[in-house]
T-cell receptor
């Protein structure tokens, strides 16, 4: 158990809908990262927050947005969902925002868009 | 072309045997290279983290090596166990960025 929690574990929704994925980092960790893992692709970095502020952006679509709240939990919002958005979404946390900190991954949310 | 390529794509070995997984990268300069183990449907777990100046790092039966000149890394698994069945992912972090660049992984299956 990494100490990172994600909810829900599974999510099934229809195209065009909007969903929110939630992540609680390990106690004391200030940085949260979001990743997408599709069936035929490796892990893709989406976005990073550090202590409430956006710190780095990866291949995140404009239909997706994220935020980190004062209690450090984070939410990833996915809107106008398409079939291709079906994937595993992982959250990871680290103590600091720099590249030397180890990232601890949560169990993931499996999103199925029908 | 992926900046981090792994080989083989999949590998089957018998329990107790050793194996070596390869990672070739073009990311340069980079700050560190990591190997992760990912069980099916679960989040990756860190095995080793090496800075660009390190040549080798061990974690139990897992030993990672790094050759910055040839831009290659390998993960050697000794005396494999059934629980080693998983995907192994090589990750490179470019210098001055927090973005992780993931390889597509090697799927290892260990049979009794």
């Amino acid at each position: 158990d990494s100490g990172v929690t994600q909810t829900p574990k599974h999510l099934i929704t229809a195209t065009g809908q909007r969903v929110t994925l939630r992540c609680s980092p390990r106690s004391g960790d200030l940085s949260v990262y979001w990743y997408q893992q599709s069936l035929d692709q490796g892990l893709q970095f989406l976005i990073q927050y550090y202590n409430g502020e956006e710190r780095a952006k990866g291949n995140i679509l404009e239909r997706f947005s994220a935020q980190q709240f004062p209690d450090l939990h984070s939410e990833l919002n996915l809107s106008s969902l398409e079939l291709g958005d079906s994937a595993l979404y992982f959250c990871a946390s680290s103590a600091g925002g720099g590249q030397t900190y180890e990232q601890y991954f949560g169990p993931g949310t499996r999103l199925t868009v029908t | 072309k992926n900046q981090v390529e792994q080989s083989p794509q999949s590998l089957i070995i018998l329990e107790g045997k050793n194996c070596t997984l390869q990672c070739n990268y073009t990311v340069s300069p980079f700050s560190n290279l990591r190997w992760y183990k990912q069980d099916t449907g679960r989040g990756p777990v860190s095995l080793t983290i090496m800075t660009f100046s390190e040549n080798t790092k061990s974690n139990g039966r897992y030993t990672a090596t790094l050759d910055a000149d040839t831009k290659q890394s390998s993960l050697h698994i000794t005396a494999s166990q059934l629980s080693d069945s998983a995907s192994y992912i090589c990750v490179v972090i470019p210098h001055n960025t927090d973005k992780l660049i993931f390889g597509t992984g090697t799927r290892l299956q260990v049979f009794p």
